[in-house]
């Protein structure tokens, strides 16, 4: 790397023309030639000693670095290393701009700045010696360093095994934070892109003012769940057709509670003219159950209210405030029990969908679009985009989400596991029959009780962006500890029929981030603590629980 | 250059026709449960056979094969596992005008790659190489070749250039096989390169190209747009082809330029041999390389049957080592 990195900055001067025929004789070019054969601490190439010029320089650089790959691509084959190392390591790196900036007069003061990108892609080996130029750089040059987050295998250094220290030795700029910063001018950032790629492709950007104008709304843009419940009801159940939801409920009771008066609940929880508020009805049941109290007493007073909510009236109470929060999961699992595919539509569920990463945007976008033209239709060109192309769209891209980010090595699969259980927990956890948390993306932990395979999984899925750490945790309600705070990336959402949102945070125990993370946590075991988990949220509620207060805080 | 493969000498039997083929002197293959390997294994005449196990397929004891003489391989780095492989076969006193023969089938690719080199490198002039058709793959084009994790995209020893600063200008030539993590493996690694990539066609059976294509196309994103003039064919067979199609091509670029070159064969095995005879005779001290990216393991059977038997003949004195 010395040599690479000489030769870069000698190039760099020939181009800059400071070494072009007009100057070849002059003292500047001949002394800095000759400085540059000063660093070296010996002469391993007969021609260093007869250079004159940047050019010759050049060729002379270009053959050591040639003769030192020749040996090494060779060594597999002959198992025999033949090289001398004749410089010791920083001279060039540091030495060559030093010379340049103080015997060119046209970059006096200058700055040699470095730029190393795909850093991912080098050895841990290879980063500590990376870390010992960052570490020991002298003016006039500087580094920048580009990586994928999981990329940065090490801060160790060949100085003693000394470590940099972030905010020392140098500074970190992760871009997905600096996004995070700002939702509203990274939603703007967004659309600026998605226009001036629009632009490029001969699409008039600027008449329709807001990009939501190229994509259909769901069910033609009818507004309100409420509304769009009925809509999807009609279409796809007759009139005289039981819900699934009241036939869930009433196989349910007759299995599991079979003394009640099965036929009087379900007249309560009835609301014909308004299927989410009939889902919400039968939510308040099976809260009910679970908290061991009568349901048919409870959806009776519970029915006065829902119908005034039903009707429009104000209704300022609990009721009204659990029913605005759980409306969102409530539709989705009436779309669900429908056999319909969940919905994901418009600029801002893709731009929230994105995970603060501008480039799964495009992805998604790009999925859209294919999915759209494979259908017929002429996206971006006067006709919407439809809600299939989008649903099918934001699927594939969640597809390729999950395999791009998920690494190499053993550790990407066992990652890979984990997610899959940790989504398919969320979904489980969505569409049971009493969710706790409200459109749950995220869990929270003090990570104490994990085994070191299941910290190291779960670290690995934050450096490849498949779960997302939150930066603020929360601290616990009772002890007061900060807990880290952890949300599937979004991008993951549609994978696993999830809200793209990020609102309720469950609270895992560590046995259950164990059996999620820890791939020696086999199928049965995982599915094991997975059913217990779900006991609690599904009727018949195994271990009866007091229903706990609601917490919506972020 | 002008270079003509098509001088090179291939020779097809059919499944019913391997009591014609040839005799060597000694008969090396790599096990796996194919029904192809062991056939064309057990009908092969030659004063010695012998079978070398990859870890790649992790055999337990019990389950390696009966016949032939058996040598346990315990090392993945392809350069080692032929320096193993010889001095345990003594290959340094074999005289080096025998004839040696090679199934290619159950290999792994870098190490099918490396073969030629290595025995050039030891005075060898000449080299059979024999490659088996399958009637289909056992789940068609869902069949899972590689398995478990790809541990890491890297040169092939002995396939390393001497490269140059990258830029826009790079280019990788993709050998698209079923394996779309690997295409997409490799095609991270050299983010920033333009991509060709080579299809066999006509492919192994005439079903088979329509399914590579569609699992080459699940790694689209990595990949990025194909234009036409980006895609590649050669019969998935024929390794001179394909040798021939790399050259014709990197020579009709060489006139737009570019930087680095990187190759990445990732369809058969015949067609990985045919991107090794390319590099062996026209890129070795370029700067151009052979990356892989390296599963931990593969399947031990993927394909049902066997179609026909391939028999190359590889003059190792082509080669520029």
Redo the contacts between chains.
């Keep these: 790397m010395e040599i ?1 990195l000489g ?2 900055v000698v ?1 760099l001067i020939r181009e800059l023309g400071l070494g072009n025929a007009q100057l070849a004789n002059t003292t500047s070019s001949m002394d800095f030639v000759k400085g540059v054969r000063g660093l070296f601490d010996e002469e391993i190439e007969s021609s260093l000693s007869q250079l004159d010029t940047l050019d010759q320089l050049a060729v002379s650089l270009h053959n050591i ?2 003769q030192l ?2 040996s ?2 060779n060594v ?2 002959t ?1 025999s290393l033949d090289v001398r190392i004749a410089v010791t390591p920083g001279r060039l790196v540091f030495g060559i701009p030093e010379l340049a900036t103080r015997t060119f007069p046209q970059i006096s003061g200058l700055t040699f700045a470095y730029l190393l990108d ?1 850093f991912e ?1 080098l050895s841990e080996d290879q980063q500590r010696y990376v870390n010992t130029l960052v570490r020991e750089k002298q003016l006039p040059t500087t580094f920048v360093i580009g990586s994928r987050q999981f990329g940065l295998r090490t801060q160790e250094t060949l100085s003693a095994g000394e470590e940099n220290k972030q905010g020392s030795e140098f500074d970190l700029v992760v871009l997905e934070d600096a996004y995070r910063t700002s939702d509203k001018y990274y939603h703007s950032f967004c659309e600026r892109i998605i226009r001036k790629r629009l632009d490029a492709a001969g699409v008039d950007v600027y008449r329709p003012e807001r990009l939501d104008a190229y994509f259909s709304k769901p069910l033609g843009g009818v507004s309100g769940l409420e509304e769009r419940a009925r809509i999807h009801v009609s279409e796809c159940l007759g009139d005289q057709d039981e819900r699934p939801w009241i036939i869930r409920l009433k196989d349910q009771l007759l299995q599991w509670s079979p003394g009640q008066d099965i036929g009087k609940i379900i007249e309560e929880v009835r609301f014909p003219s308004s299927p989410l508020h009939e889902k919400f009805a039968v939510l308040l049941v099976y809260r009910s159950w679970a908290d061991g109290n009568d349901p048919l007493r409870e959806a009776r007073q519970f029915r006065f209210r829902i119908e005034a909510l039903a009707n429009g009236a104000r209704v300022g109470d609990d009721l009204a405030t659990t029913y605005k929060h759980y409306r969102g999961d409530l539709y989705a699992q009436l779309v669900s029990q429908l056999r319909r595919p969940q919905e994901y539509h418009g600029i801002d569920d893709f731009v929230l969908m994105s995970g603060y990463l501008p480039r799964n945007l495009l ?1 998604l976008l790009k999925q859209v679009t294919r999915w759209s033209l494979f259908l017929g239709e002429h996206p971006f060109r006067g006709e919407l985009i439809s809600s299939k192309a989008q649903t099918e769209g934001v699927r594939e891209a969640s597809n ?1 989400f999950l ?2 980010s998920k690494g ?6 066992e990652t890979e596991l984990a997610v899959r259980r940790l989504g398919g927990l969320f979904r489980d956890m969505r569409f049971a029959d009493k969710p706790v948390e409200v459109s749950c993306s995220s869990f929270s932990t003090d990570r104490r009780g994990l085994t070191d395979r299941a910290i190291a999984v779960l670290d690995n899925a934050v450096s490849h962006s498949l779960i997302l750490k939150v930066p603020t945790g929360r601290r616990e309600r009772n002890t007061h500890v900060l807990q880290h705070k952890y949300q599937l990336n979004p991008m993951l959402a549609p994978l696993f029929d999830l809200s793209v949102a990020r609102r309720g945070t469950a609270n895992f125990t560590p046995e259950q981030l164990v059996a999620l993370f820890d791939p020696s946590v086999d199928a049965e075991h995982f599915i094991a603590e997975r059913t217990r988990l779900l006991a609690r949220l599904n009727a018949p509620f195994s271990t009866p629980t007091p229903q706990p207060a609601l917490d919506f805080s972020e | 250059m002008t270079m003509d493969y098509s001088l090179l000498r291939i020779d097809q039997y059919q499944a019913t026709e391997l009591e014609a083929l040839p005799e060597w002197d000694i008969f090396i293959s790599a096990y796996n449960e194919s029904q192809r390997v062991i056939t064309v294994f057990d009908s092969v005449r030659a004063q010695r056979k012998e079978w070398v196990i990859h870890p790649e397929y992790d055999f337990e004891d019990g389950e390696l094969p009966k016949t032939g003489v058996v040598r346990v391989l315990h090392t993945r ?1 392809e ?2 596992f032929w ?1 193993d492989y010889f001095s345990e076969a003594d290959f340094h006193n074999l005289p080096r005008d025998s004839r040696i023969c090679v199934d290619v089938t159950g290999f792994m690719r870098p190490h099918l790659m490396l073969l030629p ?2 025995l050039r ?1 030891l005075g060898f002039a000449q080299l059979d190489i024999v490659y088996s058709d399958p009637r289909e793959y056992q789940s068609g084009e869902k069949t899972q070749f590689s398995k ?6 890297r040169q092939i ?2 396939f ?4 140059l ?1 990258s830029g826009d200008e790079d280019l990788l030539v993709i050998g698209a096989g079923y394996d779309d ?1 690997l295409i ?2 490799v095609s ?2 050299k ?1 920033a390169a333009r991509k060709l990539m080579m299809f066999g066609l006509p492919s192994l059976q005439p079903h088979m190209y329509e399914e590579n294509r569609l699992r080459a196309a699940r790694a689209e ?2 990949v990025g747009p194909l234009p036409a003039r980006s895609l590649l064919f050669a019969p998935a067979n024929n390794p001179f082809a394909t040798a021939q199609e790399l050259h014709d091509k990197i020579q009709q670029l060489r006139s737009t330029g570019f930087t680095n070159l990187y190759f990445s064969p990732l369809g058969t095995k015949a067609q990985a041999l045919g991107f090794a005879l390319y590099y062996l005779c026209e890129c070795v ?1 370029s700067s151009a390389s052979v990356v892989f990216p390296f599963a ?1 393991y593969y399947t031990r059977e993927t394909s049902i049957g066997l179609a026909r038997v391939w028999c190359y003949r590889v003059e190792l004195d082509w080669l520029n080592v």
């Design positions: 690479w030769r870069l190039d670095q040639r790959d020749l090494i691509n597999a084959l198992r795909e892609n992805v390729w395999s791009d190499l090595g053993r550790i990407g699969e | 780095d350069a080692e320096h080199r290595m490198l478990g994790a790809v541990t890491e995209v020893r002995g390393e250039g001497t490269h600063p993590d997409r493996r991270e690694d983010r994103e990595a001290g931990e």
